[in-house]
């Protein structure tokens, strides 16, 4: 049986060739893509440009032994379109740096070429360039999306105000609770959470519609979970939250799993990263053109909370059979 | 004692806020920088958007035992400006991706910012925001830029005919010679070429005027050394080319060293990398615009040999005391 052939048995213009290979045709406004120095492209016109990064290092957002390489590709860019989507953007380009180790196979490189390119076409996204590099060690997959919005349409964290309702898009929890159960390897058993996980759904469409028709006074995507989201939404606005427990739309299959391990569902969904639904904060007027974005954005919002006046101490609190609680630390990357 | 303090000490908004501090105010037209999902800029009137990554990665394109945090910053944006140096392109923006082990030294990822910041305060280009992760073993550095060019002004690399003339800007292999010296620990001996393998500088004034004036058919940038570079705007042009040994800047330091280490002085400085200097095809009749572009782009420019009809081979031949020799394979990433 012969080994499975290496990244390291191709040159790097074989590597770009098979890149290519699995990219549609470039569009018009694209007049150097992949193989130059770096890429030209037409801006779009009265538009502003939104820009953002994001990276998945082997070891620390992904573990290769339960996530397949299609997957990885999905969640790398994923994690940069619920990025435009929390600003109200419209996806346009991507640029793609891969950090690879020399045993990676060559079908798991166009396998996770595959899964970028998927959800790239169906956000009409093109990878306009990238690099390419070995890695001493993990697998690192860098990417870089380029989307635009309408002048005074961008959705900022820092624009609720007390009196502001709070709300989140689809379910919570439910990517933590696939990432458990891949873990313990029983991934077979209840299927809806990994494949939250492994192959998360980015609201760029309810974002792009709530940027236009100015529902949203504050947004934010809960890449690193509920309880980091509120924390950030409510510091960069000023002002404070008071979340309701018992609203939260956590994922049922998702509570029966955080049960049976005898965790708090509340508390998983509200810290477990990787969810990537948006957080919305909403003057209660315009309530009705949430609705309507709901309607259009393919996607529940639930109503989680209240902004209040800044300042007290906690300022972000969780209401739950009648007690206060200070909202729970969520995910960090570093302390 | 106590031990340096490290990045894992830290929080994530710490490390933004050390970000922050170390650059300049952002400019009226970057409309939202640093601190929200993503950055939001307004683009620049009549001009063509210029996108390159690139990326370091310990291990593969520097040793923290002889990089000074100061020069990883500044050789990883270096590599971006001298993609948009080689595409004609002033820079504007660039984006950030950092992969940090846990035991990397706050004192180093400030060093780090600085290096990077002080070079993009001499191109006035704008840090307008980024990514953080922790890295499970080596140091990432992963940047964007994004950069302006007119319309019909970009330099491709497929631009060359058959005729024109072949030069290089500055001097080559003082970077290859220098990093050869770190590893020798001899580099205090010849300090010219280990400053230009640590603190290079990308030819952006240069590139820009090139592109302005249109005294180049075609452009790249030699990071992966002159032999890459010929060989790559040969195949992208479909031409072939005869290089004259006896013409090439080889940089006298590095020259002795190679010497000195009984290696082909000629030889090292086709393959070696880092220079990050142009390689520029000219129409024998642009000779006067060149001539005026190097006046203002502040580096000389030396004819090393011309582009010859596509088609035989080798392609891409060395003539050497009067023999023809092929031309060496550069540096690759994988194979």
Request: net charge neutral; glycine share 10%.
């Amino acid at each position: 049986m012969r080994a499975p052939a290496t990244v390291s048995s191709l040159t790097e213009a074989d590597l770009i060739a098979r890149v290519r290979a699995r990219l549609p045709p470039p569009p018009a406004w694209m007049i150097v893509g992949i193989g130059d120095d770096a890429a030209v492209v037409e801006p779009e016109r009265n538009r502003l440009e939104v820009l953002s990064v994001d990276a998945l290092v082997e070891g620390i957002h992904f573990d290769r032994a339960f996530t397949p390489p299609e997957a990885i590709g999905h969640r790398a860019l994923a994690a940069n379109l619920s990025d435009l989507a929390a600003m109200g953007a419209d996806a346009r380009l991507a640029l793609l740096s891969l950090g690879l180790p020399e045993t990676f196979p060559v079908a798991d490189f166009d396998a996770l070429i595959d899964g970028l390119a998927a959800l790239a076409a169906r956000h009409r996204l093109h990878v306009a360039g990238g690099n390419l590099t070995r890695s001493p060690g993990p697998l690192i997959v860098d990417v870089t999306v380029v989307g635009t919005v309408k002048r005074r349409r961008a959705l900022l964290r820092g624009g609720a105000r007390a009196g502001d309702e709070l709300y989140v898009s689809g379910t919570i929890g439910a990517a933590a609770a696939g990432l458990q159960m891949l873990k313990a390897s029983v991934s077979s058993v209840v299927e809806p959470c990994v494949s939250r996980y492994l192959y998360p759904e980015p609201r760029v469409r309810l974002g792009s519609i709530l940027g236009r028709t100015r529902a949203a006074t504050a947004c934010m995507d809960l890449s690193d979970g509920l309880a980091d989201a509120v924390r950030q939404v409510a510091d960069a606005s000023g002002v404070g939250a008071i979340i309701e427990a018992a609203e939260l739309p956590i994922e049922p299959e998702a509570r029966r799993w955080f049960e049976s391990r005898g965790a708090d569902p509340v508390h998983e969904a509200m810290v477990g990263g990787d969810d990537y639904e948006l957080l919305v904060a909403v003057r209660p007027r315009s309530r009705g053109r949430l609705a309507a974005a709901q309607r259009h954005g393919g996607v529940a919002l639930t109503r989680i909370g209240v902004c209040t006046a800044g300042g007290g101490v906690p300022g972000v609190i969780v209401r739950r059979n009648g007690g206060l609680e200070p909202m729970p630390r969520g995910y960090t990357h570093f302390r």
